[in-house]
Nanobody, 119 residues
Framework: QVHPVESGGGLVQAGGSLRLSCAVP????????MGWFRQAPGKEREFVAA????????NYADSVKGRFTISRDIDKNTVYLQMNGLKPEDTAVYYC????????????WGQGTQVTVSS
């Protein structure tokens, strides 16, 4: 089974920025929407943002609106999450997946990428 590969995480200070990337090696995204989710220690995985592959319409969790931007590069078959104004509460492992609304479509998760925001 092929899993998404997330990258771009790291350690940043509060107010800093990171850009995450997601791709599926050797495959083209075929579902109509892709999204980012995150899971902080001791918490359930939660929806962060989604983008329609065709047209580029987006949807965000209230907690990240105005700070995060999801985008996609059709030619590179990659989904991005630009994160600005990071806060310590954004610390989590970030994952991508196909989405239906704000829910993950498949149980296939990659390793994720760790984002740690220091205060």
């Amino acid at each position: 089974q092929v899993h998404p590969v997330e990258s771009g995480g790291g350690l940043v200070q509060a107010g800093g920025s990171l850009r995450l990337s997601c791709a599926v090696p050797g495959r083209t995204f075929t579902w109509y929407a892709m999204g980012w989710f995150r899971q902080a220690p001791g918490k359930e995985r939660e929806f962060v943002a989604a983008i329609f592959w065709s047209g580029g319409s987006t949807n965000y969790a209230d907690s990240v609106k105005g700070r995060f931007t999801i985008s996609r590069d059709i030619d590179k078959n990659t989904v991005y999450l630009q994160m600005n104004g990071l806060k310590p509460e954004d610390t989590a492992v970030y994952y991508c997946n196909e989405v239906i609304g704000t829910l993950p479509r498949t149980p296939s998760w990659g390793q994720g990428t760790q984002v740690t925001v220091s205060s």
